[in-house]
């Protein structure tokens, strides 16, 4: 299952490490998998430390200048431009390199060999039925599709054991939200009752669509001064529907700051009967 959002701050990762903590309470065994590799938060949420790391390496090119006759096959190869062949010199790496090894595919003199860089990192951290598989790309580094790849890997190498795996998603449309959706039978869709809530959640939907992924709509902050019609029509033109509705919950607010999800430190508040009721719905179609 992935949760995800168009717009960061709606709340995605709160409905993610509850919906998790909720099912794990119920006896199943879960995984949440954070894949917000920029900003991966869910172990502050959930008080929990971080454990077992692995490193990721991607590929970057070692150029041996003996062996290179300038050609620029290697230079027109990368899309990123991140090679230079200067004049009467060996071509160069000057840019960020993604790891795709393009320019050793085309390079005849074998001039290029595969050395490797540190991006990020990966760690599992286990508490009684809840694992946390958290993916951290390093400061200055841009290859965060390869560790959100790393972490789903991670997680899944694992999936036997587990009765769910729960994805949590970065915010936005873009490729590291499609691998992280990638192979999920449910996307919990995320978003609040303002124009940026409603434009985001037209462009989460719409990849949805695109992939005929099945999913569902959680309105957070569904009592703020906005707009659920607009949220409803979208839903709607979609063919889709909000599944659920959370109001601003001051214990919601407290539970952050005491770093326990609200279904465990206050399950009668209203927001964790809201996640209560998701975990039951969801339990009951996928997991009995």
Known sequence: MGVTGGKGGVGKTTVAVNLASAIAGMGFRVALVDGDVDNPNAGIILAMEVADPEEIYTTIPEIDAARCNACGDCVRACRLHALLLPPG???????????CEACLLVCQQQAITRGRKLVGRTYASRDDLLT???????????ESAAVVKAVKK???QEAEHFDLVVVDTSPGVHCNVISALEGADLAIAVTEPTRLGAHDLDLILQLLDLFQLAGKIV????????SKEEIEAIAGRHGRRVWKEIDTDEALMRS?????PIVRSNPEAPSATV??????????????
């Open 89 to 99: 010199k060996a071509a160069m790496l000057v840019g960020d390199c993604n790891g």
């Open 275 to 288: 996640f209560r009721d998701l975990a039951s719905e969801i339990a009951k179609e996928y997991l009995r």
């Open 132 to 142: 946390l598989f958290t993916g951290e790309l390093l400061p200055g580094q841009e």
């Open 219 to 226: 309105l957070n902050r569904a009592d703020l001064p906005g």
């Open 154 to 156: 991670k997680a899944f």
């Open 256 to 260: 952050f700051v005491e770093a326990v």
